[in-house]
């Protein structure tokens, strides 16, 4: 495993083993302690767009492995007189990094800096795509409470179009074994759809039964012509106690944040009992641990990426660029 770009790009194998590891870590619980496994390395964070789980927990990750990190700001950073993405990657490269944790707001960024890059590069967002330390942290969690997914129901419910993580959520947990529903208003479902993953317009049909529902944020930012108006989505959409002691009583909340209170989910649900919002922001912790010891402890990092030509996800990603444009 030389550099995490999504999920899929992942044998079951290396999944399993970056889980374990997290749950032996997280067992520990508060007594994760700054080690030494990737003492010596350094590790550059570069975020072009806004974080906060995802930066911190993989800062506080790499620390407690005994890494260094380094923050890059974009805005104080060359990029500002217009340095390119590949010319501040091969900078990054130059100077010595072993892992470059990436996020950006153009999908298949991070697939471009793996080719300039010699270290290991972790995508930690971009754009639309992906978003696979999110996904293996909502597995991780998911299993925690429900035990093994095979068979169990897994909603996941809103901003589809948009959601980086719905993707790349889709492929883990479907692949996982857990019956997988997306649901939301129409022009958000676009692209969606396919033999493992159930399409709902309709709230109740994907919330009936379910074991567990994924709330996602309305990313109005990202809106091109395909907004709803709020109220009629919060009339339709919005996950309420009612709605969910009415339709999968036993479901658990969670929501990969920033979460827009009052919007895609209630106060009551989002800080109630059955939310898992917080263990989810928990668990990234010891997941990027294992990931970054994974990466790190790697005998290939240090080698010279080869251009990868033709990547389907970066074609992929390329695509939703051109349509997020449009
Ligand atoms: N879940 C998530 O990616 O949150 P941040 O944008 O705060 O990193």
């Given amino acids: 495993m030389r550099h995490l770009l999504d999920v899929d790009e992942l044998a079951w194998a290396d999944i399993e083993r970056i889980l374990a590891r997290a749950a032996r870590l997280r067992d520990d619980g508060k007594r994760l302690r700054p080690g030494n496994l990737a003492a010596g390395r350094r590790v550059a964070l570069l975020f072009a767009e806004a974080s906060t ?33 590949v010319d501040t990657v091969r900078n990054l490269d130059a100077l010595g990094f072993d892992a470059l944790v990436l996020r950006h707001h153009r999908a298949g960024a991070p697939w471009v800096a793996a080719r300039y890059f010699g270290g290991s590069v972790v995508n930690a967002g971009d754009g639309w795509h992906a978003h696979p330390t999110q996904a293996l942290l909502d597995l991780f969690t998911l299993r925690r409470a429900l035990g093994d997914l095979s068979g169990k129901k897994v909603a996941i419910v809103g901003d589809l179009l948009h959601s980086r993580v719905a993707r790349s959520n889709a492929w883990l947990l479907a692949g996982d074994g857990a019956e997988l529903w997306v649901c939301g208003p129409q022009p958000w479902l676009r692209g969606w759809g396919g033999p493992q993953v159930n399409e709902a317009t309709d709230l109740v049909a994907a919330l009936e039964g379910a074991d567990a529902v994924m709330g996602l944020r309305v990313q109005r930012e990202r809106m091109r012509g395909s907004a709803l108006p709020v109220d009629e989505y919060v009339t339709r959409y919005q996950i309420t106690e009612e709605r969910l002691a009415a339709h999968a009583p036993r479901a658990v909340y969670l929501h990969p944040g920033p979460i827009n209170e009052g919007i895609e989910v209630t106060r009551e649900v989002a800080r109630g009992p ?53």
């Avoid at 927990?57 to 390119?84: C, I, Y």
């Avoid at 668990?283 to 290939?300: D, F, H, Q, S």
């Fill in 53 to 85: 789980r995802t930066r911190l927990s993989f800062e506080v990750a790499a620390r407690n492995l005994g890494a260094e990190t380094f923050v890059v700001e974009p805005g104080s950073s060359s990029m500002v007189k217009g340095e390119t993405l």
């Fill in 274 to 326: 059955r939310s898992l919002v917080l263990e989810q922001v928990c668990n990234g912790v010891p997941v990027r641990m294992a990931v970054l010891e994974t990466l790190l402890g790697g005998e290939t990092v240090g080698e010279p990426a080869e251009p990868v030509a033709a990547d389907p996800a970066e074609l992929q990603a390329t695509r939703d660029l051109s349509s997020a444009r449009r």
